[in-house]
């Protein structure tokens, strides 16, 4: 992968614009969080408009994606706020529309391209609809993790083991260590705060971690709920004495590419994740 670390940016601070996504997506608008030169694979937020509808078919490549806000309608089944899927490349589905428009977390493993041919697809890979509120909250934590908080998963890749999942964490609590993983760590902050060795990241903060980089230690004062994802392999922790001890209200001190550092700063109080 050749995407370069971000830690942390204001996805709010990154301006909306018209893309159509290589004609997989036409008459949208998108904040392009992270992107891969060598692959096309890319993170991003996707604003559909009020009345959309593009017709049914299949992509070239993987895609997930979590509605943020409002609503899709994909082959006649509603897909709402905090919904969540996983379609592997080659998986048709039915006209996306939307009545009242969306805005929508999305991920690509390519560059998106509608498939002209069919493709084959393994079923284990399919996650077709999963709501944020019927998934359960489980444990399975390193057994050194700060107690506190509970995990969603949404999806596990059933050969490289690539994790998503929710995780959301009790009000008042922080970690005085910091970790490693050997995969990749890709985050959307959906609710709350976090205090970290970078400043402090409010709803709509996003990160591209690369393996081997030590971070945090992290707290919140309100609670959170972040969205997941690690690329790479089985996600494992280890714990490391900080470089920064921890500490509340930290100042903004991002690591950005040279195309975000438009979007370099902090916004604080923000309620809203787009």
């Given at each position: 992968?050749?995407?370069?670390?971000?830690?942390?940016?204001?996805?709010?601070?990154?301006?909306?614009?018209?893309?159509?996504?290589?004609?997989?997506?036409?008459?949208?608008?998108?904040?392009?969080?992270?992107?891969?030169?060598?692959?096309?694979?890319?993170?991003?937020?996707?604003?559909?408009?009020?009345?959309?509808?593009?017709?049914?078919?299949?992509?070239?490549v993987d895609e997930?994606?979590?509605?943020?806000?409002?609503?899709?309608?994909?082959?006649?089944?509603?897909?709402?706020?905090?919904?969540?899927?996983?379609?592997?490349?080659?998986?048709?589905?039915?006209?996306?529309?939307?009545?009242?428009?969306?805005?929508?977390?999305?991920?690509?493993?390519?560059?998106?391209?509608?498939?002209?041919?069919?493709?084959?697809?393994?079923?284990?890979?399919?996650?077709?609809?999963?709501?944020?509120?019927?998934?359960?909250?489980?444990?399975?934590?390193?057994?050194?993790?700060?107690?506190?908080?509970?995990?969603?998963?949404?999806?596990?890749?059933?050969?490289?083991?690539?994790?998503?999942?929710?995780?959301?964490?009790?009000?008042?609590?922080?970690?005085?260590?910091?970790?490693?993983?050997?995969?990749?760590?890709?985050?959307?902050?959906?609710?709350?705060?976090?205090?970290?060795?970078?400043?402090?990241m409010r709803p709509?903060?996003?990160?591209?971690?690369?393996?081997?980089?030590?971070?945090?230690?992290?707290?919140?004062?309100?609670?959170?709920?972040y969205f997941f994802?690690?690329?790479?392999?089985?996600?494992?922790?280890?714990?490391?004495?900080?470089?920064?001890?921890?500490?509340?209200?930290?100042?903004?001190?991002?690591?950005?590419?040279?195309?975000?550092?438009?979007?370099?700063?902090?916004?604080?109080?923000?309620?809203?994740?787009?």
């Open positions: 992968m050749s995407r370069p670390r971000i830690e942390f940016v204001q996805s709010q601070r990154i301006p909306w614009r018209p893309r159509t996504l290589d004609g997989a997506r036409p008459g949208v608008e998108t904040r392009l969080l992270s992107e891969d030169d060598e692959s096309g694979a890319r993170s991003l937020l996707v604003r559909y408009p009020p009345g959309v509808s593009l017709p049914a078919g299949a992509l070239t997930e994606f979590l509605v943020l806000d409002g609503e899709l309608v994909i082959g006649g089944a509603s897909y709402p706020a905090m919904t969540f899927a996983h379609l592997p490349a080659g998986h048709a589905c039915g006209d996306w529309t939307s009545a009242t428009g969306a805005i929508v977390l999305e991920f690509f493993s390519g560059t998106p391209a509608r498939a002209a041919e069919p493709i084959a697809w393994d079923e284990r890979r399919l996650v077709l609809r999963k709501s944020l509120y019927d998934v359960p909250y489980t444990g399975n934590f390193h057994p050194e993790f700060p107690p506190g908080a509970g995990r969603k998963m949404l999806y596990q890749d059933p050969v490289t083991r690539d994790t998503t999942w929710v995780l959301g964490t009790m009000p008042m609590r922080w970690a005085e260590r910091s970790e490693v993983h050997p995969t990749v760590e890709e985050m959307y902050l959906l609710s709350g705060e976090v205090h970290g060795d970078r400043g402090v709509g903060a996003y990160f591209w971690r690369p393996p081997g980089v030590p971070h945090g230690p992290f707290g919140t004062q309100t609670g959170n709920l994802r690690t690329k790479g392999g089985l996600l494992a922790t280890t714990y490391v004495e900080p470089e920064r001890p921890f500490r509340w209200w930290p100042a903004y001190d991002a690591v950005l590419p040279p195309e975000l550092e438009a979007a370099r700063g902090e916004i604080p109080g923000v309620a809203t994740c787009w």
